[in-house]
């Protein structure tokens, strides 16, 4: 007897789009519902652990069902391009995973699984439908069930009929008489859920509810029937499954093939999802040294040690850790670092770090033993030649984090309580205003609820459907917004609610007890450009614009007489982009230290230019405005679309704007086509130090998702130097403030933003030593320049 497992792979998509919101990689790529579709798959495997699992999916183009009605489904939207970009993301993990897809041109997914339901049910064979469609509940009988996916809870016959009181095959005669809002079947007006049951129970079929028509009372329900027996009668046709499908399957055409764990990490690792990479390595890869390495060290006098032994014990490790002479190889070691050094025990140089590595080169290995492991790596390293960029940058910033996670950031915690409360307060208000316009008290968090209020209730006009209702997301509320004084009020409840919860009172449980100080986690293995990202909390994401956000970087403020200094690169990505591309008008800018944006709105805006007066532009401080979306929109492959969307322009405008820049910025337009060439040549970009990424997305067949592979492309090499100038920075104030025994110390690292806590005697040293540092870090063809701010606190700042 074999357990055969169907998923409804377009159900769960759509799902996992509209159940995991904002998601994107580090260079705006959107992964929500990879990830939601990757959860869902992984909770799956564990729980279930199948051996025979299919996925199904929708096909571009018409069904069979369009034939029948040109209206089916009509009332769906286009998939959206966001989701569009992600499918082949989705089908490469499936395929990784060993897992077989069928699809069938001119059918659906639930046509091809009531075919292969068909073809595989048998008294020795399980069939598990995953879905979140109801028409499914009709092929519930013997050895078939569902699975559903919000839960887990599996439907059976018997759980299907005390539900709704009849067979599972009555489902298309419920949605013939009731109809189903999702496929546009339109069923009968007036009719509804609870009375499509009773007919049936008291009747039959549709065709048993027709054949008794003048039996049914009361005669306003009969009239109902009569006039929309033809709508009926086309639901249930619509409603019922093709099970005969010329479906090529068998058992063993189910069966899951060894999954390709390498190919799923260097996908997860591209995709940033690095919880998902270790749930890879738990399930795939528990036998593997690799993984057994990952809680040892080795050392190089030949010993290694589970680091568990050397955490129960460091003193009897002292001398080896702190040994200058012999290198220590295992994964994370700055974490071991940090906590180790709690202990009073130095981690020291040389270091090799397998993650890094493994970050670095995009490759897992499973080498004998953790030596063997780190043999392959240097091969890696020096085959992609980032042997440099490995040992110079990123293995020295190890000890550089280290410093700066146990140095934290000192935490008004009195202040975050006082802000907190001034935040509920007003979130109160907001409620009792809102339950005011509604006519009701109802849980304003809750999406369905709100949804129910806002689309049932107040009627106002809805816009995309979701598999658990009407969204009622931010971009849907704000279209709103003139429609209902009610939606305002969401939309500000739902700003200060989150800014209490994620900062104000959130950030209060990170106050370490000891130190008074937020100790965040960097990592510099967690996004592919090189950037850095930071965790437990994410202080690389404080509000800094908003009128409401901002105070909270009042709370991080200096100790005592100390004083906050920050160093802020200016303009560095556009720096980067005028180095790479030797663009003249951009050069000279910077060489001349000239405002960049206000000259670029003087090159695109002259007195005699087809843009005066400009769309859009009719006073300087417009045509700045429009000058700095476009300098930055360039750096991450804007097109018109975007440029007008966030100018709040015509297309036809916004394709003029960039069709002139690219006229008088030549050289850079020269550059980003040189980028993509190169990318679809070679499939990988590289950093100023020539870390890579690689872009399957450009040799991509998928329009929206080719398009979506050259915006990275574009803005890989200039963020990821980025990164690796500030790293490379970072790494040199470290040594200069330890050769010189500063007291003064990082306290955070915000991407090309380094704060400093500074003593009062040292702030003349600091100020010059950190601003010579960042600026002379690297010769490129144009100026780094660095602005410098103090203040006590990170709010009150000034700059000097």
């Not at 009332?75 to 391009?81: A, G, V």
């Not at 041109?105 to 009531?114: K, L, N, R, S």
């Not at 950031?409 to 907190?420: P, Q, V, W, Y």
């Not at 969401?490 to 209060?508: H, M, P, V, W």
Request: proline share 4%; glycine share 8%; with cysteine.
């Amino acid at each position: 007897m074999a357990d055969i497992y169907i998923v409804d792979g377009s159900s769960i998509v759509y799902r996992s789009f509209h159940g995991v919101r904002d998601l994107k990689t580090s260079t705006g790529q959107p992964t929500n519902a990879v990830y939601g579709f990757i959860t869902t798959l992984l909770k799956l495997l564990k729980e279930k652990k199948p051996l025979h699992l299919i996925f199904t999916f929708d096909l571009k183009g018409p069904t069979v069902r369009h034939e029948s009605f040109s209206g089916y489904k009509a009332n769906r939207k286009p998939m959206p391009d966001e989701l569009a970009v992600q499918l082949p993301s989705i089908r490469k993990a499936l395929k990784l995973f060993g897992i077989r897809i069928f699809e069938m041109q001119g059918y659906e997914a639930d046509d091809i699984i009531a075919s292969a339901v068909r073809i595989l049910k048998s008294e020795d064979n399980r069939v598990y439908i995953l879905t979140g469609d109801k028409d499914m509940f009709q092929l519930i009988g013997k050895n078939v069930f569902l699975i559903n996916p919000a839960d887990g809870r599996i439907i059976d016959r018997d759980s299907f009929v005390a539900d709704y009181g009849v067979e599972p095959s009555r489902i298309v005669d419920i949605i013939g008489l009731a109809g189903d809002k999702s496929d546009n079947i339109p069923g009968i007006p007036g009719i509804g859920e609870k009375t499509a049951i009773k007919l049936i129970k008291d009747f039959g079929g549709i065709e048993e509810i027709f054949g008794s028509i003048e039996r049914i009372l009361p005669e306003k329900l009969r009239e109902r029937l009569k006039a929309g027996r033809d709508a009926a009668i086309l639901g249930h046709k619509l409603a019922t499954l093709i099970d005969d499908m010329p479906l090529d399957i068998s058992v063993e055409d189910t069966r899951v093939s060894e999954a390709d764990s390498e190919g799923l990490l260097e996908l997860f690792e591209n995709l940033e999802f690095r919880k998902l990479a270790r749930s890879i390595k738990d399930t795939y890869l528990q036998d593997s040294s690799a993984v057994l390495s990952e809680s040892s060290i080795g050392f190089s006098t030949g010993e290694v040690y589970s680091y568990g032994e050397i955490k129960e014990s460091p003193e009897k490790f002292k001398l080896l850790l702190g040994s200058g002479d012999i290198l220590k190889c295992g994964f994370d070691l700055k974490s071991k670092m940090v906590e180790l050094g709690k202990s009073g025990v130095s981690l020291k140089p040389p270091m090799f770090d397998l993650s890094i590595a493994s970050h670095l080169t995009g490759k897992v290995t499973a080498g004998s033993d953790i030596f063997k492991s780190v043999e392959i790596y240097r091969e890696c390293l020096e085959k992609l030649e980032i042997t440099d960029l490995f040992e110079k940058v990123e293995t020295p910033l190890i000890r550089t984090l280290a410093w700066l996670e146990m140095n934290g950031i000192k935490a008004d915690e009195g202040f975050l309580r006082s802000f907190s409360s001034e935040l509920r307060k007003e979130i109160d208000s907001l409620q009792e205003k809102i339950y005011s316009q509604a006519g009701e008290v109802f849980n304003i968090n809750s999406s369905r609820q709100l949804s129910q209020v806002l689309f049932g209730k107040l009627g106002l006009p809805s816009g995309r459907k979701t598999k658990t209702g009407l969204s009622t997301d931010n971009s849907v509320l704000r279209e709103l917004e003139n429609g209902h004084p009610i939606v305002g009020l969401i939309l500000r409840y739902r700003e200060i609610y989150k800014l209490n919860s994620t900062y104000a009172e959130g950030l209060i449980p990170f106050i370490s007890k000891e130190t008074g100080r937020i100790h965040p986690v960097y990592s510099q293995v967690s996004t592919s450009t090189g950037r850095l990202s930071c965790s437990s909390p994410n202080l690389q994401n404080i509000p800094v614009r908003t009128e409401l956000g901002s105070p909270v970087r009042k709370a991080f403020c200096a100790e005592g007489e100390n004083m906050l200094y920050s160093f802020d690169y200016s303009q560095i990505e556009l720096r980067i982009l005028a180095h790479f591309s030797g663009d003249r008008n951009l050069t000279e800018a910077f060489m001349k230290g000239k405002d960049i944006h206000q000259e670029t709105a003087d090159i695109l805006f002259p007195a005699d230019s087809l843009f005066s007066p400009a769309p859009g532009v009719s006073s300087s401080g417009d045509a700045r405005r429009v000058a700095k979306t476009i300098n930055f929109g360039i750096i991450y492959g804007m097109g018109a679309f975007g440029l007008s969307q966030e100018l709040g322009i015509s297309l036809p405008e916004a394709e003029l704007f960039i069709k002139e820049y690219f006229n008088r910025f030549s050289g850079v337009k020269e550059y980003m086509n040189s980028v993509i060439k190169s990318v679809e040549k070679t499939g990988y970009v590289s950093t100023i130090l020539k870390r890579r990424r690689y872009i399957d997305e450009v040799r991509s067949g998928e329009r929206k998702e080719k398009e979506f592979g050259r915006r990275a492309a574009i803005n890989m090499p200039i963020q990821g130097s980025a990164a690796d100038i500030i790293k490379l920075a970072m790494n040199r104030v470290y040594e200069h403030f330890m050769a010189g025994k500063l007291k003064s110390r990082m306290v955070l690292q915000v991407h090309d933003e380094l704060l400093f806590e500074t003593v009062r005697e040292e702030e003349e040293e600091v100020v010059g030593s950190v601003r010579e540092i960042m600026e002379g870090v690297m010769k490129l063809n144009v100026p780094l320049k660095v602005d410098v701010k103090k203040g006590p606190n990170y709010l009150d700042m000034e700059g000097l």
